[in-house]
């Protein structure tokens, strides 16, 4: 059995170290106490926490260099002491929450007081990129904090009405010039707002039971509301330091620094839901600013509008992402709703700045050939676009291809549907009934849509295929099909002018590198052209030609 006299000298012991600032030694003492005294050593490492490490005559060192620290130290140990019931009114989780909100505070009280004294020395401070408009008055501020912290540790063992006057409250006035603090140490604070919550939540249930089962539970629950809602304002304060920060940022064209407050925000934290749609909207305006055309200033955009994404879904708020996205589809709607009004034509917005940037290459570079970045910027549109319209992507390039069609602009349809290469004989077919009664155009649509594009259509197929193969599609058959019925109408009516068949160009038999040649067209009637394609559609080639050419 340990005597009196052993667990008196290690208690002497053990406070010799916690005065000295040593904790690891104050730990192995309390360890070899408790196999005497577990009681004693138990009350000694509570008090510590309770009185939130400050106890008058502690030398701190750079192992343990504040009371918040000390007392830190000693909640991580506490549950190895106390393995059973909850401490006073609380658990180990919450006194551990309070605690590091303790410590958290203590940081910032610490670095503003450093800046402090080296600004007494120079002058020239805020021009070094250190925090401007920090005065005393902030760590007066940020000590009454900490003071609001000590207080509720200590209100888990005390509920003396009296102690809740000791410490002036916290108003939310008080908190607005701290405003630059919080931006400075953001990471600090943030961690801080997350200990907030997890206090709150886990206090709710525990200041109820506090009402109904002391004397004086109106008072202490009364207090307990004070010191949630100081709480919950260093919550909303900091998280309208960062809306007001990003909002300047984004009205200075400051993306990369709006950004930077984006993963700091979070909706639970007491600011109202409007503010954050106001602030971010203005930002998402900014980034989704739209050129003409697509080059490398709209793949700009897009890649901002990437990098604020991922910063939010750093901020494990999945409500602030899905806001961001809507209000990207509100402008984005906004956008193709001016267009809409501006723009007779009717083509989608993605599509015509396509065709605007395909014209400027075209212009700059002797092949035409659109760069990587435009394609995709395009894409990306065209598929923002198809979501926000609810139509699918491909109904939109058909559908915009046979529009300009039937304005007779076949050069244009035909760069709209550039990028769909598969979709070009579907195209081809459906234009051929827009286009009715206008034999040449028909003739300039097949060759623009499928006889100058057949061979590299097909080896496109065989690609997806994996192997070449011998069959043809019903849209393919088709195609070919229309060109034999245009170079037997085309025959046909020659032969009926008088003239003699000699063309070196039949439609069937064109391919990429010729052009279509026309020469001929003056040796025959374009009505009897017409007329027999007419009559492809209903009766065999072989039936057409009996009746019509003479024998």
């Not at 939109?396 to 602009?409: C, G, N, P």
């Amino acid at each position: 059995m340990a005597t009196e006299k052993e667990i008196a000298l290690l208690s002497r012991v053990a406070a010799n170290h916690l005065f000295l600032g040593q904790f690891e030694a104050l730990r192995a003492s309390l360890l070899s106490l408790r196999k005497r005294s577990p009681e004693l050593a138990l009350a000694i490492l509570r008090t510590i926490v309770h009185e939130g490490g400050r106890i008058n005559g502690v030398l701190f060192s750079s192992t343990c260099n504040s009371p918040s620290h000390l007392a830190w130290l000693s909640a991580l140990e506490l549950p190895r002491f106390d393995s059973g019931s909850p401490i006073g009114s609380s658990d180990h989780e919450i006194l551990r929450l309070k605690v590091e909100f303790l410590l958290l505070i203590q940081v910032v009280v610490s670095r503003v007081s450093e800046l402090l004294k080296r600004r007494t020395g120079d002058g020239d401070l805020d021009d070094k990129g250190e925090i401007a408009g920090v005065d005393e008055n902030c760590v007066k501020i940020l000590n009454r904090i900490l003071d609001l912290g000590a207080r509720r540790l200590k209100s888990d063992i005390e509920q003396d009405s009296g102690l809740f006057d000791e410490v002036s409250p916290v108003s939310k006035d008080d908190l607005k010039p701290l405003w630059k603090i919080f931006l400075e140490y953001a990471d600090i604070f943030d961690a801080l707002c997350g200990n907030i919550h997890r206090q709150i939540q886990l206090s709710e249930p525990l200041v109820s039971e506090l009402a109904v089962g002391t004397k004086s539970g109106e008072e202490g629950s009364s207090s307990s509301q004070k010191d949630t809602d100081a709480l919950a304002a260093i919550q909303r304060n900091v998280q309208l330091s960062h809306l007001d920060a990003l909002s300047q940022c984004a009205k200075a064209d400051d993306f990369e620094g709006a950004f930077s407050h984006l993963r700091f925000l979070h909706l639970d934290y007491g600011v109202e839901e409007t503010e954050y749609r106001f602030s971010l909207r203005e930002l998402v305006i900014k980034v989704w600013r739209q050129n003409s055309y697509y080059g490398e200033t709209q793949l700009t955009s897009c890649n901002r509008m990437v990098s604020m994404y991922v910063e939010m879904l750093s901020s494990s708020c999945i409500r602030l992402v899905q806001m961001i996205q809507l209000l990207q589809d509100e402008a984005l709607s906004e956008e193709i709703e001016q267009h809409r009004i501006s723009d007779a034509s009717l083509i989608p917005l993605p599509l015509k700045k396509f065709l605007q940037t395909l014209a400027g290459e075209k212009v700059a570079n002797a092949d035409g050939n659109i760069s990587t970045v435009a394609i995709r910027s395009f894409m990306r549109d065209l598929y923002h676009y198809a979501r926000n319209s609810k139509t699918h992507v491909l109904k939109l390039i058909v559908d915009t291809s046979l529009s300009a069609i039937s304005r007779e602009q076949l050069e244009e349809a035909n760069d709209i549907v550039s990028l769909f290469p598969l979709l070009q004989p579907l195209v081809a077919v459906l234009g051929w009934d827009v286009l009715s009664g206008k034999t040449a155009l028909r003739r300039k649509l097949m060759w623009l849509f499928w006889t100058s594009k057949s061979q590299a259509l097909r080896s496109e197929e065989y690609s997806h295929h994996g192997k070449q193969t011998e069959e043809t599609s019903c849209v393919e058959y088709l195609c070919d099909l229309l060109c034999f019925h245009l170079d037997l109408a085309r025959y046909v009516a020659i032969v009926n002018s008088g003239q003699s068949w000699d063309s070196k160009n039949p439609l069937c038999l064109s391919h990429k590198e010729q052009v279509i040649d026309d020469s001929d067209a003056a040796l025959y009637d374009p009505f009897v052209e017409n007329l027999i394609l007419n009559s492809l559609a209903i009766q065999t080639p072989m039936r057409v030609l009996f009746d019509v050419v003479p024998g």
